[in-house]
């Protein structure tokens, strides 16, 4: 049978993406379709809760999704917004901007659409964005700045995992001696944690170094911070922190707030009250946002403190199953919660990540060419205590030796 661009592109971004990293013989249809076992912490299952170690988040399907809504709903009864206004949705947005520590926010359907939104309103008729190389925006949002909003984007830091202020006066350096018909330079935008980077952090002083050289030249910042709630977690700046810095940031409602979609965009009230009139233009407006920002607003309550927990119970975890023989997880320099593991030659992953899955409900992640499987914390480790974790892979790692 003949596969068409539109699959195979499909398939190489699962390839691409965190989902390339699925348990082993789970395929992600399979994953989809392990509805029929409840298993994130709501479980009546003989094995317990799922714990996943690949994903961002909780990784919900259907019948858990509409579980949490329905548990959400009956404590709190749910208000519906109406295409986006009232309801949850603006108790959301304004739970946003208290967090963020900006005037507004607003909802969108998508971190894409943030995104170019953001960056076509704060450049005004400037035509170039400096984003960086490895960025969502650059490599991932199919050249909608170009093609859709008549801006240039200019890639930086190539083959570094974030860009500083010094690569930044260069690039705009070269710029002005180089081109001759110039046009204004109107955004520079900064993904963190940087996703093609295995979830590295910007160190805060590289942040504030580009924030007061931007002020002060009239340039405009903005945030990706589909993650943020994770650099903030191992990094222990505040998200109201790292907002401080930025004109406008981007937080997705998914990553690691559990809802099936969705983005807040925040920023000042002048900027963001132009939004729902673009966001119209380009179909984004949506009857009935409830289903995600209900979700991710039971998420958002309380975050720093349960992941402030996440953090240091992970970190026990990681000690504990470092003293099991062949089994290695290291931190990344500026890492947050992916660690690279690698197992000794004389234990199959094979063997262990089936063991897991079918014994104990645990996912772990496929190697990649040199044996490096990218080992990802996230709120589903507070699912069960360490012992019992540790004592599944103990196990698992005792039948996986050949
Ligand atoms: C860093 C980053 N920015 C933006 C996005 C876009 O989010 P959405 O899928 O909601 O368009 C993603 C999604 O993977 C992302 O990882």
């Not at 699925?22 to 317990?48: D, E, R, W």
């Not at 809760?49 to 988040?57: H, L, Q, R, Y």
């Not at 903005?222 to 994770?230: S, Y």
């Not at 992953?349 to 044996?371: S, T």
Request: charged share 20%.
């Amino acid at each position: 049978m003949k596969t068409s661009n539109t699959t195979k592109a499909r398939r190489d971004f699962i390839k691409k993406s965190s989902a390339s990293a699925l348990p082993f013989l789970l395929s992600p249809y399979a994953l989809q379709n392990s509805s029929k076992t409840k298993n994130h912490g709501h479980s009546n299952n003989a094995k317990g809760p799922v714990i996943n170690f690949i994903f961002d988040g909780l990784s919900f399907s259907p019948e858990e999704y509409i579980e949490k809504l329905g548990s959400i709903n009956a404590s709190q009864n749910i208000q519906p917004d109406f295409y986006g206004n009232g309801g949850i949705t603006k108790q959301l947005e304004d739970k946003f901007a208290q967090h963020t520590g900006k005037q507004k926010a607003i909802y969108l359907p998508s971190g894409t659409m943030a995104n170019q939104l953001a960056i076509k309103l704060l450049n005004q008729n400037n035509t170039k964005a400096i984003v960086p190389e490895n960025s969502h925006i650059f490599r991932d949002e199919a050249d909608a700045a170009q093609s859709v909003h008549n801006k240039r984007l200019i890639p930086i830091g190539q083959n570094k995992a974030h860009f500083d202020l010094n690569d930044l006066k260069n690039i705009i350096k070269q710029l002005d001696e180089n081109e001759v018909f110039k046009s204004g330079l109107g955004t520079v935008a900064i993904e963190n944690p940087v996703r093609r980077a295995d979830g590295k952090f910007v160190p805060i002083e590289t942040i504030q170094s580009i924030s007061t050289y931007c002020k002060a030249n009239n340039y405009k910042l903005h945030l990706d911070g589909a993650r943020i709630h994770i650099a903030a977690a191992y990094s222990n700046i505040s998200v109201k922190e790292y907002a401080s810095h930025f004109d406008t940031v981007y937080i997705s409602l998914y990553k690691y707030l559990n809802a099936a979609g969705g983005a807040m965009l925040c920023g000042d009230s002048e900027f963001i009250d132009q939004l729902s009139h673009q966001i119209k233009i380009f179909g984004g407006t949506c009857y009935q946002t409830w289903t995600n920002t209900a979700i991710a607003f039971h998420y958002l309550d309380d975050i720093e403190n349960r992941w402030a927990k996440v953090v240091q119970k992970a970190k026990n975890l990681i000690d504990q199953l470092n003293k099991l023989d062949g089994i290695s997880i290291q931190p990344l320099t500026n890492g947050t919660n992916i660690y690279d593991m690698t197992l000794s030659k004389n234990i199959s992953l094979k063997n262990l990540a089936n063991f897991l899955n079918k014994e104990h409900q645990m996912w772990l992640g496929r190697g990649d060419k040199n044996g490096i499987i990218k080992f990802t914390i996230n709120e589903s480790v507070l699912f069960k205590e360490n012992i019992t974790i540790v004592k599944a892979w103990k196990a698992g790692v005792a039948q996986a030796k050949i």
